[in-house]
C-alpha cells in the first residue's frame, strides 16, 4: 500500500471517532441547555418560583385527594408556627411571610401493597401561596401561582392568571384566612 493510500486509510477510519468527539459534547450540551430552570419562571405579575426555594423540604400540613389527584399541602416555618398556635381557627391570621406548597400527582394502587391503598404516581402540578398584604393588598395579602407539569418535556408551565389567580375560589374560606387546609391533630 502507498504512503497516500495509508494515510487515506487512516483518515477514514478517524473520521468516525472524530465525529463523536465532535458531536458528543453538542448534544450533551443540548441536553443541557433544554433542561428547565424552574428557579426562573414567573407567574405574570406576582410570584416567583424562586420565591419557594426549599418548598420540598418544609413540613406537612395535610394531605389530600380529588377525584384526579393525591395532593400534600406543606408550609414554611412561619406558617407551621402559627398553624401550632391555633391559627386560624382561634381567630388570628397567619403572619406575613407564610407560605404553603401543594404538590399534586396522578395517583395509583400500590402495587406491591398486601392492602388497598393509592400512592403518587406522576406529577401533575405545583401550587404556591403567599402572604404579603404589601405586595397583594388586594387580596387581603394573599397571593396564588399554580405550575402545570408536562412530563413528556419534563417542565413546567405557569398559570397566565397572575397573583390573584386562586383568590375568588380561596374567598369562600375568608374566616379561616384564605385558607381550606386545616392542621390536624398528630
Not at 63 to 90: C, D, F, L, W
Request: with cysteine; hydrophobic share 40%; glycine share 6%.
Amino acid at each position: 500500500m502507498s504512503s497516500i493510500a495509508t494515510v487515506h486509510a487512516l483518515k477514514s477510519k478517524n473520521i468516525p471517532v472524530i465525529v463523536i468527539v465532535v458531536a458528543l459534547p453538542a448534544v450533551m450540551g443540548g441536553l443541557v441547555l433544554a433542561a428547565q430552570d424552574r428557579y426562573t419562571l414567573q407567574v405574570p405579575n406576582g410570584l416567583a418560583f424562586s420565591d419557594f426555594r426549599g418548598y420540598d423540604t418544609w413540613q406537612p400540613v395535610a394531605v389530600s385527594q380529588t377525584e384526579h389527584g393525591i395532593k400534600v399541602i406543606a408550609a414554611n416555618a412561619a406558617m407551621i408556627e402559627a398553624y401550632r398556635s391555633g391559627v386560624p381557627g382561634n381567630g388570628k391570621l397567619f403572619p406575613e411571610g407564610s407560605k404553603i406548597a401543594k404538590i399534586e400527582w396522578t395517583f395509583k394502587q400500590n402495587p406491591e401493597s398486601p392492602y388497598f391503598v393509592n400512592i403518587p404516581d406522576t406529577l401533575k402540578s405545583l401550587s404556591f401561596i403567599e402572604k404579603d398584604s404589601k405586595r397583594f393588598p388586594n387580596t387581603h395579602g394573599w397571593a396564588y401561582a399554580q405550575w402545570e407539569y408536562d412530563a413528556a418535556s419534563d417542565t413546567l408551565k405557569p398559570s397566565v392568571e397572575g397573583a390573584e389567580c386562586g383568590y375568588s375560589c380561596h374567598s369562600t374560606v375568608a374566616a379561616q384566612d384564605y385558607t381550606y387546609t386545616a392542621y390536624p391533630k398528630r
